[in-house]
C-alpha cells in the first residue's frame, strides 16, 4: 500500500521560531511536493523537487525553504514562523498520472 | 496562469439524491484531476480525466476539453460521501503533481 507519511499531525509553534516538517514516502517517486490549503482559497503550491537535492518554487514560497537529501524525504521548513503561515501543510508525491497525499499537518503559530 | 473554477462552492444534500458538480478551466489542460477531501484531511484522488468520461462505481466524471469544462457527478449519495471536491488541472509545462487547484465544492450529505 502506497504512504506519505508527515510526521506532525498538530504543531502549534510560537512566532520567530524555526519550524520543520518532514515528509517522507515509500514509493521510490522521484517527484515530490509541498502544498498549503487555507479555507476558501484550495490547496497551492509551495515547493516541489523532481531529484535529490533539487527544488523548485511553486506558487507561494516566500517564507520557506526545502531540503531534499535523500529520494524519500522531502522537508519543509519555515525559518522565523508567523501568524499568517498558520494553516494545514500537505505533502504529496507523485508517479505518471497519480499523486498521493500525506494526511496533513496543521500548524498553529501563536 | 489558468484559472480553475468550481461551482456551487457548497452543496447539501439527503442521503440517496444525485448531485453534479462542475469545474471550468480557463485554457487547455494536459491532465485533468477531481480529489475528493474527508473531513478529517486525506485527499484521496478519484479520476484522472483530461478528457471523456469515466466512471467508478456510484462516481463519474466528464471532461469537454474543447469547451473547458468538466463535470463530477454523485449519485445515490451517502454521508460517507461528504468532504470537500476539488478540480485540478497540471500547469503548463509542469509536471505530473505540479497541479492548480479550484477553492473546492463542500458537500455534506445528511441522512
Known amino acids: 500500500d502506497v504512504k506519505v507519511t508527515q510526521s506532525s499531525r498538530y504543531l502549534v509553534k510560537r512566532t520567530g521560531e524555526k519550524v520543520f516538517l518532514e515528509c517522507v514516502q515509500d514509493?521510490?517517486?522521484?517527484?515530490m511536493f509541498w502544498y498549503r490549503q487555507d479555507p476558501g482559497l484550495g490547496l497551492r503550491l509551495i515547493y516541489f523537487?523532481?531529484?535529490?537535492?533539487?527544488?523548485e518554487k511553486g506558487d507561494i514560497p516566500e517564507g520557506y525553504s526545502v531540503s531534499r537529501e535523500k529520494k524519500e524525504r522531502f522537508s519543509l521548513i519555515l525559518e522565523s514562523a508567523s501568524t499568517n503561515q498558520t494553516s494545514m501543510y500537505l505533502c504529496?508525491?507523485?508517479?505518471?498520472?497519480?499523486?498521493?497525499f500525506g494526511e496533513g499537518s496543521w500548524l498553529t503559530v501563536v | 496562469g489558468i484559472q480553475v473554477e468550481q461551482s456551487p462552492p457548497d452543496l447539501i444534500l439527503q442521503e440517496g439524491a444525485n448531485s453534479t458538480l462542475r469545474c471550468n478551466f480557463s485554457?487547455?489542460?494536459?491532465?485533468l484531476q477531481w480529489f475528493h477531501q474527508n473531513p478529517w484531511g486525506q485527499l484521496i484522488n478519484l479520476f484522472y480525466i483530461p478528457s471523456g468520461t469515466k466512471q467508478n462505481g456510484r462516481l463519474s466524471a466528464t471532461t469537454v476539453a474543447t469547451e473547458r469544462y468538466s463535470l463530477l457527478y454523485i449519485s445515490s449519495s451517502q454521508t460517507t460521501d461528504s468532504g470537500v471536491y476539488f478540480c485540478a488541472v497540471e500547469r503548463n509545462g509542469g509536471s505530473q503533481g505540479n497541479l492548480i487547484f479550484g477553492k473546492g465544492t463542500k458537500l455534506s450529505v445528511k441522512p
Open positions: 523537487s523532481y531529484d535529490v537535492k533539487m527544488k
Open positions: 485554457d487547455s489542460v494536459n491532465n
Open positions: 504529496a508525491s507523485s508517479l505518471g498520472n497519480t499523486i498521493y
Open positions: 514509493m521510490d517517486h522521484e517527484n
